[in-house]
């Protein structure tokens, strides 16, 4: 059973400050995910990484920056958050061998608050 | 990049009656459309999805169908139990059989069964 994990579940932070979510997953999956998810937005995609220390852009990076430094765990950094960043923050992981394989497993969410 | 328009925003059914979600995407090069569903204060989970060299697939109550020309997919889901009660996300994305597909999901649909 794949079991996605978020360090906070709820998290208030103030404006400019540095911000970090964790996420770990415990089935040895190659590619993992950040995603945003906001009312009447659905989920957006932030960053995903295929491999360890390897990063690639999603739709909306503008002000998150990843690190993936083992292959278990995907951090989500706010170098200086801004009152714009307050949402549903979900990690996903997925398997990477070839078609039938595509599912991504989500986390539980943190739920970030700026002020 | 993909767009993905999703509709209806919300749909009000009787239990036991039919309903259809419908989305679009925009690039002709995806090729893996999932759907996913959210419960009240719960993660994402998939629950059924197609790719583009198949036009149809079922799961018991559920089938989603696809037309490429049209760039065009659809939800079904048949005699409609009080647990469908959800929102409802579509996505795109491009598997290329390797590496992460990072998915570019739709606004989502929030479907309500009546009693």
């Known amino acids: 059973d794949v079991k996605v994990t978020q360090s906070s579940r709820y998290l208030v932070k103030r404006t400019g400050e540095k911000v970090f979510l964790e996420c770990v997953q415990d089935?040895?999956?190659?590619?993992m995910f950040w995603y945003r998810q906001d009312p009447g937005l659905g989920l957006r995609l932030i960053y995903f990484s295929y491999d360890v220390k390897m990063k690639e852009k999603g739709d909306i990076p503008e002000g998150y920056s990843v690190s993936r430094e083992k292959k278990e765990r995907f951090s989500l950094i706010l170098e200086s958050a801004s009152t714009n960043q307050t949402s549903m923050y979900l990690c996903?992981?997925?398997?990477?061998?070839?078609?039938?394989?595509?599912?991504?497993?989500f986390g539980p969410g943190t739920r970030l608050t700026v002020l | 990049g993909e767009n993905v328009e999703q509709h209806p925003s919300t749909l009000s059914v009787q239990e036991g009656d039919s309903a259809v979600i419908k989305c679009t995407y925009s690039?002709?090069?995806?090729?893996?459309f999932p759907w996913y569903k959210q419960e009240l204060g719960k993660r994402p989970q998939l629950i059924i999805d197609i790719r583009s060299n198949v036009g149809e697939k079922k799961d018991q109550r559920i089938a989603v169908t696809l037309n490429k020309t049209a760039k065009h997919f659809s939800l079904h889901i048949t005699e409609t139990q009080p647990e469908d009660s959800a929102v409802y996300f579509c996505a795109a994305s491009i598997h290329s059989g390797g590496g992460a597909d990072g998915l570019t999901f739709g606004k989502g649909t929030h479907l309500i069964i009546q009693p």
């Open positions: 996903a992981s997925s398997l990477s061998i070839g078609p039938g394989y595509n599912e991504q497993f």
């Open positions: 089935m040895d999956h190659e590619n």
């Open positions: 690039d002709s090069a995806s090729n893996y």
